[in-house]
């Protein structure tokens, strides 16, 4: 069975740091293109960020460019999440999401896939 | 920056059709996927590539594409299917980038 754990979440202020993890098991991690998408209270789903299978290829939304850093460590079945300079609007359920069926488009572009499985998300809280 | 537009919320009686839209200008050139998403819960996929139905997921959802438009249907709506629902594709710049519609509140009355 496919299992996504996520963790780290908490209450943090302004400016601050967090790190959230991911712990990936039932499946073949390595195999897998992985992503953070997060969801503030009452809100919608938004996409965070992106990571190839080996970590060489990485994306982030523009929201969280500069601040936020995917990684992940294969060894360990693990997805991780720096986040830093945090600002209140990044207060949201944060979801990792396992990457499925990616494709080039009509111009050579490479596109994402869809989101198969998903974890039950950890709340992370910037507050004064 | 790209984005993908759905209606707010629509309402459907049991037993009737729901159709839940989502408008984007790259939809014709890129595919769409459709997320239900009950609360407290985390999203689930119901459509990818725009038609097709992923295992698990009953027949009565049904995805279709017509120009800038992609269509979530559910024929025979039960009381289980309300739900938030959510679409997601690409834009067609050379950035990677993933959208999300902002999504759709169906009730079932």
């Known amino acids: 069975e496919v299992q996504l754990v996520e963790s780290g979440g908490g209450l943090v202020q302004p400016g601050g740091s967090l790190r959230l993890s991911c712990a990936a098991s039932g499946f073949t991690f390595n195999n897998y293109e992985m992503n953070w998408v997060r969801q503030a209270p009452g809100k919608g789903l938004e996409w965070v960020s992106y990571i190839s299978t080996s970590g060489s290829t990485i994306y982030y939304a523009d929201s969280v460019k500069g601040r936020f850093t995917i990684s992940r460590d294969n060894a360990k079945n693990s997805l991780y999440l720096q986040m830093n300079s945090l600002r209140a609007e990044d207060t949201a359920v944060y979801y990792c999401?396992?990457?499925?069926?990616?494709?080039?488009?009509?111009?050579?572009?490479?596109?994402?896939?869809?989101?198969?499985?998903w974890g039950q998300g950890t709340l992370v809280t910037v507050s004064s | 920056s790209y984005e993908l537009t759905q209606p707010p919320s629509v309402s459907v009686s049991p037993g009737q059709t729901a159709r839940i839209t989502c408008s984007g200008d790259?939809?014709?050139?890129?595919?769409a996927y459709w997320y239900q998403q009950k609360p407290g819960q985390a999203p689930v996929v119901v459509i990818y590539k725009d038609s097709e139905r992923p295992s698990g997921i009953p027949e009565r959802f049904s995805g279709s594409t017509s120009g800038t438009t992609v269509t979530l249907t559910i024929s025979g709506v039960q009381a289980e299917d309300e739900a938030d629902y959510y679409c997601q594709s690409s834009d067609s710049s050379g950035t990677y980038r993933v959208v999300f519609g902002g999504g759709t509140k169906m009730t079932v009355l």
């Open positions: 999401a396992r990457d499925q069926s990616h494709y080039y488009d009509s111009s050579a572009y490479y596109r994402p896939g869809y989101f198969d499985y």
């Open positions: 790259a939809l014709p050139k890129q595919y």
